[in-house]
């Protein structure tokens, strides 16, 4: 009976409190209704020691998805979430977790940062607007709200909600799916809906652990990129961009490309595959720089092939030649008939690596690759522009034992394992050489097949080579003997020249005593 009536009197109560509420809605005027609603406002945060911060999906004039709040769910969702019991899924583009969960609405969790409790909410509002807009507001509105106690104001507003952002950025980017870019041709960029770089999504596999080459070469690389990620303060304080340049040169199969994409994956960076022959000129290739984004690598394989960027001066014997090469220019220009060259110098390449247009955004690398490092310009690839040389040799032991690794699961086979780091250190072959005879080319090949396979063609590689060494040795000892024999030819003439003088002017001698 007790609970009963303790039931029956709260029903009372409430049912005053509101039919109170709704005559002081209807009949009081709104300026009275303010004023009582301000200092209820007052007596109650004298009671309830919280403060709440909120945190709108939608803002601006367009009403357009905050990027704030996006963060905030990411993290929410990577970090508090599980305490939630009725979550939301929702797809998220251009990520390698498309399937994201989060606190549904009318849900709580709570978080925790140094020592101190706050309670995030996720709420909605539906609303009651029924105005006509060129950008019609949705009917419903959500928000996340932030409540905390007031005593910890001024931790939670500087440090905390800071925190909040910067890890809820860092999901955000580990969790985003990389893309691979290649730059338009100029003349594409004023059509609808154009852009100055296309782009695919990039999932080429390699990993340092993958890659072939040197265990302690490899960890060098790691540790410089390592150092450069976590290097923004020091390049702010050093007064430089933040930037870093890598040159890869070697033979062609030597691993270049796959290094590259092993430093995206590595670094979680976006790709720009850089095409100097579609660039008209230096103010194109400064556009194209200012649409990269941050985090990302641009890359411009094989660039002594890409154009004449040697910035070598001419020889004076060739002055002629170009002169007329003008020439024929203007007479093809006045007939309609000039080739559409790009005028791209190195100089424009030069601004773009390290000048003053380099500085427009951060957290960039660029590389350079080929196989003739010897063709570039020394102002091209001089260190503070190509920072870091990476040479990319043959493959070696340490190379092939990764390799074995990846394509046979091998880690060492006691009779075949040694005559491969024989004969490896006795003959030239690429890691894409060595990668192609491992690889199985049927169901009934093994491991070892595999391996003799390899050791075949080193063998018949180092044949190969000794062949060609005997042949240029015998080319070379030809060639000694016919200049000796040219020599002693020449040497023969000589001396039948002089006797033959020697013999006129002993005859000469003869007829002169005669006539005497």
């Not at 850089?274 to 290739?285: G, I, P, S």
Request: aromatic share 10%; charged share 30%.
């Amino acid at each position: 009976m007790k609970i009963g009536e303790i039931w029956s009197n709260l029903g009372s109560i409430m049912a005053s409190i509101m039919f109170v509420y709704a005559m002081f809605d209807k009949f009081f005027p709104p300026p009275i209704r303010r004023y009582f609603r301000k200092y209820a406002n007052k007596f109650t945060s004298l009671l309830y020691p919280y403060i709440q911060i909120t945190f709108h999906e939608l803002s601006g004039d367009h009403l357009k998805r905050s990027q704030t709040y996006t963060i905030i769910q990411t993290y929410l969702s990577a970090n508090s979430s599980q305490g939630a019991r009725k979550l939301k899924a929702e797809v998220i583009k251009d990520s390698q977790n498309p399937l994201v969960l989060s606190m549904d609405d009318n849900q709580e969790i709570i978080d925790e940062f140094n020592g101190i409790k706050v309670w995030w909410s996720a709420n909605h509002t539906t609303s009651k607007s029924q105005s006509f807009s060129y950008y019609p507001a949705s009917d419903e509105k959500r928000f996340l709200t932030l409540t905390f106690h007031k005593r910890n104001r001024d931790v939670i507003t500087t440090s905390y909600i800071q925190h909040v952002l910067e890890e809820g950025k860092a999901i955000t980017t580990k969790n985003r799916q990389l893309k691979l870019y290649t730059n338009n041709p100029s003349k594409d960029w004023m059509w609808y809906r154009s852009t100055k770089w296309s782009h695919t999504t990039f999932e080429h596999p390699a990993s340092f652990e993958t890659l072939a080459m040197k265990p302690e070469k490899k960890e060098e690389i790691i540790n410089d990129l390592v150092k450069f990620k976590e290097g923004k303060e020091y390049y702010t304080k050093v007064g430089k961009a933040w930037k870093r340049g890598y040159l890869l040169f070697g033979p062609p199969g030597t691993g270049k490309s796959t290094m590259i994409s092993a430093i995206a994956n590595f670094m979680n960076y976006d790709v720009y595959d850089l095409e100097l022959t579609v660039v008209k000129d230096n103010n194109e290739l400064k556009r194209l720089l200012i649409e990269t984004s941050n985090k990302s690598i641009i890359v411009i394989e094989d660039i002594d092939c890409s154009l004449d960027l040697t910035g070598q001066r001419k020889m004076k014997k060739e002055k002629d030649d170009d002169e007329n090469e003008e020439k024929k220019k203007l007479i093809d220009k006045a007939k309609g008939e000039e080739k559409n060259e790009s005028k791209l110098t190195l100089s424009g390449l030069l601004n773009f690596i390290d000048g003053i247009w380099s500085a427009c955004g951060g957290e960039r690398i660029i590389i350079f690759t080929t196989n003739f490092v010897d063709k570039l310009d020394p102002a091209l690839i001089r260190r503070g522009r190509m920072d870091k040389h990476i040479e990319m040799s043959y493959c070696g032991y340490e190379a092939f034992k990764v390799l074995a690794k990846n394509y046979l699961d091998v880690e060492f086979h006691d009779e075949l394992f040694p005559v491969i780091e024989k004969l490896l250190g006795e003959t030239n072959m690429t890691p894409a050489d060595v990668a192609e005879n491992l690889m199985p080319k049927s169901i009934t090949e093994d491991y070892e097949t595999c391996l003799k396979k390899l050791i075949q063609s080193l063998e018949e590689a180092k044949k190969k080579v000794e062949e060609e060494e005997a042949k240029k040795k015998a080319e070379e000892e030809e060639a000694r003997l016919k200049e000796e024999k040219e020599k002693q030819e020449i040497a023969q003439e000589e001396e039948n020249v002089k006797a033959n003088e020697n013999s006129k002017e002993i005859n000469g001698f003869k007829d002169k005593l005669s006539l005497d």
